[in-house]
């Protein structure tokens, strides 16, 4: 029997549509059921109690606790996925369980980014939380499989900003570079800790001809962006949605687009003047990984409708679509392209255009990148779009 040809209004097109994600949290993307079940083992202690305690109730709570508008409220959230998150076997289900849960919504490509540093509570050594993620990775990719969806992952190894095991870990992600892990970043609050401290694990990644990704200009305005590209070197901009910040809408002495966000939407692209580093990141394709859900929560961004995503993409700088923390923000890749569809307009052949910039920018070698986007993402639009 023949399928009936979707259109962009029916719920399951954006799952059936190939998606490729960049910036993904592990310790953000766990489900609630394991959070309940592992925090029962190990007796950590949750947030709920009584009849709120079910998985429904907790991601309830995780879900309001991280929409307090101030990232580092929502930074607070993750003691609770953190906690459960201190042996093997729990690292390597909800690696697995992560795989499966992206591979269900159509993700065929992604890289999955944790802090071994937060896993060691439990008295785990560094190399065993990383040989413990990628065979949860390993077991769902194959389970996956088996259930018909092809999804490949790749490991990024983050550090904490305001420790000082940078160093450490970037020793750990060119170690395994071979074995699963495919790139490095810094995460946490940008707020006293600029990248900038910890030069010396990019210095050196920078001579492994390593690749790494910086969370900045999610909090933190134009310094941080800066301060990541020019003095650290980063292929790839966790969030970088202040970059807007750079761009004035009328010419140089008009409002910026975080001032007068309508007036940018409003505008034609040729009215709006790109600062010197603005115009640096998109003349060098410098990929932003953008989140935005995550992004209203944290008031990085007012609303999805007036999230800064839409002006850098007329623009056409590299932008990729993001999920940052599928738990925290109740979402998925094919909810965020939803999202995205109601607020902007945003069609398939859209949704294709994101999917091969991230696949673009992914810190996979450039032959198996292209493999992705000839062998997968443009066969896949194409059928959708028949
Ligand atoms: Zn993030």
Redesign the pocket.
Known sequence: MRETTPTTDSVDVWARAPKVLL???LD?GVRPATVLELADETGHDLPVSGKDRTAGGLAAWFRSAADSGSLESYLETFAHTVGVMQTEAALVRVAREATLDLARDGVVYAEI?YAPELHVAGGLELPAVVEAVNAGFREGEAQAAAEGHGIRIGALLTAMRHAAKSREIAELAVRYRDAGVVGF?I?GAEAGHPPTRHLDAFEYLRRENAHFTI?AG?AFGLPSIWEAIQWCGADRL??GVRIVDDIRVGGPDGPTVTEDIDAALAADPADLHLGRLAAYVRDRRIPL?M?PS?NVQTGAAPSIEQHPIRVLDRLRFRITL?T??RLMSDTSMSKEAGLLHEAAGWDLARLQWVTTNAMKSAFLPFDERLAVIEGTIKPGYAALLA
């Open positions: 910036h993904d949290h953000g980014r970043d995460a969370h999610e966790g969030h990984e989140c995550s993001n940052d923390n």
